[in-house]
C-alpha cells in the first residue's frame, strides 16, 4: 500500500488530501479545505498581499497539525 500528500495552493484556497493507493484502488483518507484569499487585491496590485500569504502559510502550518501524521510516507 503506497501513502501521498498532495497540497493545492490555489487563489483563494489550500487543499491537503492524503490518499493511498491499494491492489490499483485510490482510496481518500483525509481531505482539508482552508480558504485564504491569496489572490484577494491581485487585480489592482499584481502583488500578493503580505497578509494573504501568511494566512496561506497558517493554512499549511495547521494542515501540518492536522494530517495525521502516521497516513504519510
Known amino acids: ?8 495552493v490555489g487563489t483563494n484556497t489550500v487543499l491537503a488530501t492524503v490518499a493511498e493507493l491499494d491492489a490499483g484502488a485510490l482510496r481518500i483518507r483525509q481531505d482539508r479545505e482552508w480558504i485564504v484569499g491569496l489572490g ?4 489592482g496590485t499584481r502583488r500578493l498581499s503580505a497578509a494573504r500569504i501568511a494566512a496561506a502559510l497558517d493554512a499549511l502550518e495547521d494542515a501540518s497539525r492536522r494530517i495525521d501524521a502516521d497516513a504519510i510516507y
Open 1 to 8: 500500500m503506497e501513502r501521498a500528500l498532495a497540497f493545492d
Open 40 to 43: 484577494r487585491g491581485l487585480e
